[in-house]
Nanobody, 121 residues
Framework: QVQLVETGGGLVQAGGSLRLSCAAS??????MGWFRQAPGKERDFVAA??????YYADSVKGRLTISRDNAKNTVDLQMNSLKPEDTAVYYC??????????????????WGQGTQVTVSS
């Protein structure tokens, strides 16, 4: 049984940093990534790391960094220079293939339970 377990998150002031971690068990994946969902909004792509490429949403480039440890089956998201608009529930996701659709939620077969990130102004 595949499980994705996220840790990290919390409350931080604007300009601060947080680190999210996600550990996968029960399977190996071509790509792992992060999405976020703010209240009343759709789930949006944040970043993803496949075996050969790294992808970021334009809104987080230069501030958020995704890293992946294939041996440990983990993916982390280092978040710096956080803004109030980064406030959301962050979800880890895993995919067996992506093609060119790295930001499409339907490409991801498994999801974590989500972790809250709140950035105060």
């Amino acid at each position: 049984q595949v499980q994705l377990v996220e840790t990290g998150g919390g409350l931080v002031q604007a300009g601060g940093s947080l680190r999210l971690s996600c550990a996968a068990s029960g399977g190996t994946f071509y790509a792992m990534g992060w999405f976020r969902q703010a209240p009343g909004k759709e789930r949006d792509f944040v970043a993803a790391r496949s075996r050969s490429n790294t992808y970021y949403a334009d809104s987080v480039k230069g501030r958020l960094t995704i890293s992946r440890d294939n041996a440990k089956n983990t993916v982390d998201l280092q978040m710096n220079s956080l803004k109030p608009e980064d406030t959301a529930v962050y979800y880890c996701a895993a995919a067996y293939s992506l093609g060119n659709y790295y930001s499409d939620t339907t490409r991801y077969a498994y999801w974590g339970q989500g972790t809250q990130v709140t950035v105060s102004s």
